[in-house]
């Protein structure tokens, strides 16, 4: 009789570990498709912040395609030009 409640209560670990297992497998598979999809990171030469691409700002200066974080380091990016 005890001998079934072991193989029961190893055979309930089992399933919980292969659960857990395939859980983590899961979720690291999602963290590396999410990384694939809005993955490439790009610069923003005025404050130096590393920006996704899906969310950053483009913007096409002679010719060149530049990345922003935000307005406001649009802003100053051409009031840099303006200045120099
Ligand atoms: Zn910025």
């Known amino acids: 009789m005890r001998f079934l409640v072991i193989l029961i209560l190893s055979f309930i670990l089992?399933?919980?570990?292969?659960?857990?297992?395939?859980?983590?497998?899961?979720?690291?598979?999602?963290?590396?498709?999410?990384e694939q999809l809005g993955g490439e990171m790009v610069k923003d030469p005025i404050c130096d912040t590393y920006v996704p691409k899906s969310r950053a700002i483009e913007k096409?200066?002679?010719?060149?395609?530049?990345?922003?974080?935000?307005?406001?380091?649009i802003d100053a990016f051409f009031k840099k030009r303006r200045a120099i």
Not at 18 to 32: A, E, P, T, V
Not at 61 to 71: A, M
């Open 14 to 34: 089992y399933l919980v570990v292969r659960l857990l297992i395939g859980f983590s497998y899961l979720s690291s598979q999602r963290r590396k498709r999410q």
């Open 60 to 73: 096409n200066v002679n010719g060149q395609t530049i990345y922003f974080c935000s307005q406001e380091c």
